[in-house]
């Protein structure tokens, strides 16, 4: 069992940017591809950025709207995995959920992540 926390949403302008944060519990994070997806009101689930667990080559991988401006990395000694958000867009507004699958495949599909935390709200005013 996983238990993820997220935190670091919150209110920013367009242009800006916010850096969040996904706490594991467990002593195997580093066996978990960590993803983060986020939900807007009325829209579908969306990837936005994942890094594989040790022992995978390749990625990070990134969502077509985020590439270039959002990162991922990940702490294992902290057992917690990030998301640097930069130049924030109006549209980039969402309730942002970081999710863990204990494999490395498809790792753009969010049915395969069997941990999820509860999401935190980021808003990107114009």
């Known amino acids: 069992q996983v238990q993820l926390v997220e935190s670091g949403g919150g209110l920013v302008q367009a242009g800006g940017s916010l850096r969040l944060s996904c706490a594991a519990s467990g002593r195997t994070f580093s066996s978990y591809t960590m993803g983060w997806f986020r939900q807007a009101p009325g829209k579908e689930r969306e990837f936005v950025a994942a890094?594989?667990?040790?022992?995978?080559?390749?990625?990070?991988y990134y969502g077509d709207s985020v590439k270039g401006r959002f990162t991922i990395s990940r702490d294992n000694a902290k057992n917690t995995v990030y998301l640097q958000m930069d130049s924030l867009k109006p549209e980039d507004t969402a309730v942002y959920l970081c999710a863990a699958r204990p494999g490395g495949i498809n790792v753009v599909v969010s049915t395969g992540y069997d941990y999820w935390g509860q999401g935190t709200q980021v808003t990107v005013s114009s």
């Open positions: 890094i594989r667990r040790s022992g995978w080559s390749g990625g990070p």
